[in-house]
């Protein structure tokens, strides 16, 4: 292929992603004039979850760090939307900036250690930090309720003044926001930096040897999730309006790894698709199944494992190899 | 040794010991600022340690490591490579997910300070992207910029590390055998590289094949069991009966140095 046809090509390319980018958000514009109140509040709880898998995905799929902690600083978020929510003020933005330096913040004082290692030594140590974190919310019960929860969280205001009590008016505000916050991550991962965080996946040893602080690399990758997912928690409570240390447990953390992994890491929109999954399969069918619902989340990881090795996000690439494969000469 | 004052490289009675073995054993050695310096000896001779220590993976037990006059013995990796130590590594070490072009170009976007910028799409930049392609031409895979590090031949990724390396903007340039499992053409290309460098970039060169080594080296440091065993240009090390003396039954010279298996130390 030469020059020009390849950058048109491109071109081509990336128009036909726009529009499908657009298409899907037009689409979930649209849902609250189709669905009721109850669907259109597990899409909300949806939005956040995978905002959470998104910006975990650029820890472990961009920078190649698993963590199992990651549902502590989402739960940091949620504790803080949710408090500033009952104490000061019912507007999301403030709730949703204070969550963002929240989540920040705490990614950034406990992540200094963790950033050292790699492997399974981060996982090890980001799941100490995960409990740590999870202990602190069900004790200080004077400031997080305990294992009772945070209650009494009024609705979310966008303009002063007016609460959004609707679900559908709720949900809107969360997928603009979860918009704003796919396009800043998808806008970092096509960013010289993003390339460094391929960099530090592929071959640590050989990012020092050219000049790249790893440790710190993966220090700002860190903080950077963390402030994403603390986001994604100020999303969350804006929805359910309440939090519980069931919010920022061992579980919720292992639940969006696996979204990660079975939606396919490094793509952002995989492991979105995996977090829809996974709440749905958690929420609704766990109803029906009376209590098997981790059981059956383990039977898609191990169908993912075997029949998705790149998740879903690994679909796309098959399918677009057999076209070219079709076309070609 | 004359040329210790403008020396690149200087190390100090250099030591590197693992419990009770000493892999590297008070080494002392002096790079001129320009040189084509080979390190050869056989497997275990503590080769790749010293380069280690050099590059700064290792922290040396004992001496001190200084780069144009400078002691750099407490640095990080990292801080020496952006002083211009770099590296390339004995088994091929390349970013295999990433296209050939992305490869030269994360050292090219760190030398010229924008490998933290992280909100205009890489692509913009398009004097980073430019002078990724520079190298790749340099090192002769201009053609397979677009392919993923992962479909290049064994050859073709030492090709690759090298250009990464050398877009890294090195001062003292350290090859860890470069031409192992390259074909006679792609190492003759390889040497032809290596001799258009500027000529105030020094290399060090751990080698085992010594028409590499006679083409290329200025000067031989011959290394066995840790320690310094002969310095000098290449014909007196050839010569040095001290050197065949090490080696029993050594008769022919360039046996010495042939070692057909790679090393591990």
Redesign the interface.
């Known amino acids: 292929m030469t020059g020009a046809a390849?950058t048109a090509a491109r071109g081509l390319a990336a128009r036909r992603g726009a529009a499908f980018r657009l298409t899907v958000v037009l689409l979930l514009v649209a849902l609250p004039l189709f669905l009721g109140p109850y669907p259109i509040s597990a899409l909300s709880r949806i939005l956040a979850f995978a905002l959470l898998a998104a910006s975990l995905d650029l820890l472990t799929g961009y920078t190649g760090l698993a963590s199992l902690g990651h549902a502590a600083y989402f739960g940091v978020g949620a504790y803080t939307a949710a408090l500033i929510g009952i104490h000061l003020t019912p507007n999301a933005p403030v709730q949703l900036l204070a969550a963002l330096a929240a989540g920040g913040i705490a990614a950034g004082l406990t992540g200094w250690v963790a950033v050292r290692t790699h492997g399974t030594f981060f996982l090890m140590l980001t799941l100490a930090v995960g409990e740590i974190v999870h202990q602190l919310a069900d004790s200080w019960t004077s400031l997080t309720g305990g294992s009772n929860g945070l209650v009494g969280m009024p609705p979310i205001t966008v303009l002063p003044g007016r609460p959004l009590v609707l679900a559908g008016f709720v949900y809107w505000y969360i997928l603009a926001i979860f918009v704003l916050c796919y396009a800043v991550l998808r806008?970092?991962t096509?960013?010289?930096?993003?390339?460094?965080m391929?960099?530090v996946?592929?071959?640590e040893?050989?990012?020092?040897?050219?000049?790249?602080?790893?440790a710190r690399?993966k220090y700002?990758v860190y903080c950077i999730a963390g402030a994403v997912a603390g986001a994604a928690g100020s999303l969350w409570v804006a929805q359910t309006r309440f939090v519980s240390p069931a919010d920022l447990s061992f579980e919720i953390a292992a639940l969006v790894l696996l979204a990660v992994v079975i939606g396919g890491s490094g793509s952002l929109w995989g492991p979105c698709l995996g977090a829809a999954l996974v709440l749905l399969v958690n929420d609704t069918l766990s109803s029906y199944v009376a209590g098997r619902g981790p059981l059956l989340l383990g039977l898609a990881f191990v169908a993912a494992v075997y029949l998705l090795p790149r998740g879903f996000a690994g679909l796309r690439g098959v399918r677009v190899h057999v076209r070219t494969r079709e076309t070609g000469p | 040794m004359t040329g210790a004052m403008t020396a690149e490289l200087r190390l100090d009675d250099v030591s590197w010991h693992f419990g009770r073995v000493k892999a590297v054993d008070g080494v002392s050695l002096a790079v001129e600022r320009g040189a084509r310096h080979a390190v050869i000896g056989p497997n275990g001779a503590g080769k790749t340690t010293l380069f280690g220590v050099v590059?700064g993976?290792l922290r040396p037990s004992a001496g001190r490591v200084l780069v144009g006059g400078r002691d750099v013995t407490r640095l990080?990796?990292?801080?020496r490579?952006?002083l211009g130590v770099?590296?390339?590594?004995q088994h091929s070490?390349?970013?295999?997910?990433?296209t050939a072009l992305?490869n030269v170009?994360?050292?090219v976007?760190?030398?010229r300070g924008?490998?933290?910028?992280?909100?205009?799409?890489?692509?913009r930049?398009v004097e980073?992207t430019e002078r990724a392609l520079g190298h790749l031409e340099s090192v002769g895979l201009a053609d397979r910029a677009?392919e993923s590090a992962a479909t290049l031949s064994h050859g073709e990724r030492r090709q690759l590390e090298v250009a990464?390396?050398l877009?890294?903007r090195p001062r003292l340039l350290l090859l860890d055998e470069p031409t192992a499992g390259m074909s006679v053409e792609e190492s003759s290309r390889f040497t032809d590289v290596i001799r258009e460098l500027p000529v105030d970039v020094t290399v060090l060169v751990i080698e085992h094949d010594l028409d590499v080594v006679f083409r290329l080296a200025s000067h031989v440091t011959v290394l066995h069991l840790g320690r310094v065993l002969a310095d000098g240009t290449p014909e007196e090390v050839r010569d040095s009966e001290e050197v065949q003396r090490a080696y029993l039954g050594a008769a022919d010279s360039s046996e010495l140095f042939f070692s057909p298996e790679e090393e591990r130390t």
């Open positions: 390849r806008r970092i096509a960013s010289p930096f993003g390339r460094t391929r960099g996946r592929d071959n040893a050989r990012m020092r040897a050219v000049g790249y602080d790893t690399v700002v | 590059a993976t990080s990796e990292h801080a490579a952006r770099v590296r390339t590594f070490s390349v970013f295999l997910s990433m992305d170009a994360l050292a976007q760190r030398v924008v490998g933290t910028r992280l909100w205009l799409p890489a692509r930049y980073v677009g990464v390396a877009a890294a």
